[in-house]
């Protein structure tokens, strides 16, 4: 059974880099066909993708974020891993990793989600 | 402002059927790509609930089920159950954004 399981500081300063990761079981992250991403959520607001890694170091990224956002993956821990830099109170938000199926060009979609973290943004 | 366009809210009686619409652009849904939607039951974690537009994983009931047509969608719910009161979540792509977009969700209540 699928399971993904987020960690990492849930308060982080105004200006600092927010580091998160991701540990996958149940399923290699070297799996063919998925790719694996990160979702976040402001308190009280909708979904906002943040992007995605394939276990080759593929990466996909939301343009909004992308001058500040990395995403890793380290397949012999089965881990991979979200660091945001240069956050802002705006920053503040559950954290959601899940498997992303990008079937073809149509466009895909998360069919497994961690439980989520809360990372505050705050001095 | 979400790129997908959902109503805020929908409620019904249970046993009765409500629709949950999802409005896009010629970027996303109209560009044909596929919708899914995802339910987030109060405190918890996302769930895919339908995935390409109308079909449903392992495990969702049949009440369940999606449409698309033109640049819009739709999930349907037949026979509320008190148990579905939750978030519900669109998500397509936009090829203009390079991105994938969410619909800023939909709160259900069962009265």
């Known amino acids: 059974q699928l399971q993904l399981q987020e960690s990492g500081p849930g308060l982080v300063k105004p200006s600092e880099t927010l580091s998160l990761t991701c540990t996958v079981s149940?399923?290699?992250?070297?799996?063919?066909?998925?790719?694996w991403g990160w979702i976040r959520q402001p308190p009280g607001r909708g979904l906002d993708w943040i992007g995605s890694i394939y276990h080759s170091g593929s990466t996909y990224y939301n343009p909004s974020v992308r001058s500040r956002v990395t995403i890793s993956v380290d397949t012999s821990n089965n881990q991979f891993s979200l660091r945001l830099s240069s956050v802002t109170a705006a920053d503040t938000a559950m954290y959601y990793c899940?498997?992303?199926?990008?079937?073809?060009?149509?466009?895909?979609?998360?069919?497994?989600w961690g439980l989520g973290t809360l990372v505050t943004v705050s001095s | 402002q979400s790129v997908l366009t959902q109503p805020p809210s929908v409620s019904g009686a249970p046993g009765q059927r409500v629709t949950i619409s999802c409005t896009g652009s010629s970027s996303n849904i109209g560009a044909d790509y596929d919708v899914h939607w995802y339910q987030q039951l109060p405190g918890t974690a996302p769930k895919l609930l339908i995935y390409?537009?109308?079909n449903r994983p392992s495990g969702v009931p049949d009440r369940f089920s999606g449409s698309k047509s033109g640049t819009s969608a739709s999930l349907a719910i037949t026979g509320l159950q008190t148990e579905d009161e939750a978030d519900y979540f669109c998500q397509s792509y936009d090829n203009s954004l390079t991105v994938g977009v969410f619909g800023g969700g939909t709160k259900l209540t069962v009265l």
């Open positions: 390409k537009n109308n």
């Open positions: 149940g399923d290699s992250i070297s799996s063919n066909y998925y790719y």
């Open positions: 899940a498997r992303v199926n990008y079937y073809d060009s149509r466009g895909y979609y998360h069919d497994h």
